[in-house]
Every structure is written in structure tokens, then in C-alpha cells.
């Protein structure tokens, strides 16, 4: 375990980021149920550590992508993340929408990008990977050339990491599924039918809690 993956899940958890409930699990969007809910937009209401969440973002693109020439967010909860990064790295920054805007210029990248740049992703969260290589298409369908992606926290689903070499996409992420399970052991505040729930769970997240 990296030392600053297990460091991030430890503030992710202090401020309630990270909720881990096998035995009463959250609904998303999805509507797929899951024992843990993440959200990472709390972050940015804790000065100490949205600055450490940023600075091991650019720690990451400093050792991995030393020539990238602009960030890039993913809408919407990327966004301030990746303002953050590239304001302290002096960087051009831009976001990809979900959808291109319904009026106006119709954009569906934000700012001033330039064909053959090259960009990081900053991303928020990971799950199946869809909505994030989704924004990885959409700068390389306007010639800008992706580094890689930068995320907070990933579900470490297989279906992910799947999506991920198939688009030929790089994902590193400041957090994941197994720092923050192995913490919660750890720390004792998962038994051993809890485990088990998780791990079916992260196996087949879209079928678990409806068997």
C-alpha cells in the first residue's frame, strides 16, 4: 500500500467523505445499491485537506506527465478540484460537460483549448470508468492529446479497469476500494461477514443486494 494512497483515505474518512455500510447500503443514481458511498465534494469545505488532496494530484502529474501543458476537469464534481491543480501548477485549465450545453455555442469542452495540447484529466471518482473515459473521448475527438487520468478515489471494479486499457487510458488514483477496506480492518470497524459482503459486492457491483 502506498504510503499517501493509505494517507488520503484516512482524511477522506476524518471528514466523512468515505462511508463504508455493508448492512445498510446507499442507492446511487444508478440505482445500484452499494455498501459505500463517496463524496468527494465535501473536500473542498476542508482548507487542510483539499490543499493535501491537490498537492498529491500534482505530485502525480509532476512524476508521470512532466509535459503536460493543460488540466482538464470533469463535470461537475472535477471541476474545482482541477482549477485548484492547475492554478498552483500555473497551467491553462479547462472542464468537459456530461453533455454539450443546450444553448449558446452548444460547447461541450469549457475554455480555450488548443488541437494537439497536452492534457490531464483531473476526475473525482471512478467507478465503471464510463463518464470519465466519456470526457477522455471528448478531448481527443477535438485533437487534444490525453496524458493520462488523475482521480481522488476508485471502486477498483474489474469492469473499470476493462474500460480503461481498452480506450488506452492511464488511471492513477490518490485513493481506492482496497486502501480503504484493508484500513477498515485494520481498525476493526469491518467483521468478517461485512468483508464478505463487500468483496461479492465489488465483484458484481450491479446484481449485489437484489439476489
Known sequence: MKDFQLEVTKKL??????????????????????????????????????????????????EKYPEVEVIAGVATGAIAHGALVAEKMGLPFVYVRSKPKDHGLENLIEGDLKPEQKIVIIED?????????????????????????????????????Q??????????????????????????????????????WRENPSKWGKE
Open 13 to 62: 474518512l476524518q471528514i466523512n467523505t468515505i462511508k463504508v455500510q455493508p448492512s445498510n447500503p446507499f442507492t446511487w443514481a444508478s440505482g445500484w445499491l452499494s455498501p459505500i458511498y463517496c463524496d468527494n465534494r465535501k473536500i473542498l469545505s476542508y482548507p487542510e485537506t483539499r490543499t493535501f488532496i491537490c498537492d498529491q494530484f500534482i505530485n502525480i502529474i509532476k
Open 163 to 200: 474500460n480503461f486499457e481498452k480506450a488506452g487510458i492511464e488511471l492513477f488514483t490518490l485513493s481506492n476500494y482496497q486502501t480503504l477496506i484493508n484500513y477498515a480492518i485494520e481498525k476493526g470497524e469491518i467483521d468478517e461477514k461485512e468483508l464478505e459482503r463487500l468483496q461479492r
Open 125 to 161: 471518482l471512478v467507478s465503471t470508468g464510463g463518464s470519465s473515459l466519456k470526457a477522455a473521448e471528448a478531448l481527443t475527438n477535438f485533437g487534444g492529446d490525453v496524458l493520462g487520468m488523475v482521480a481522488i478515489f476508485t471502486y477498483n471494479f474489474p469492469v473499470a479497469t
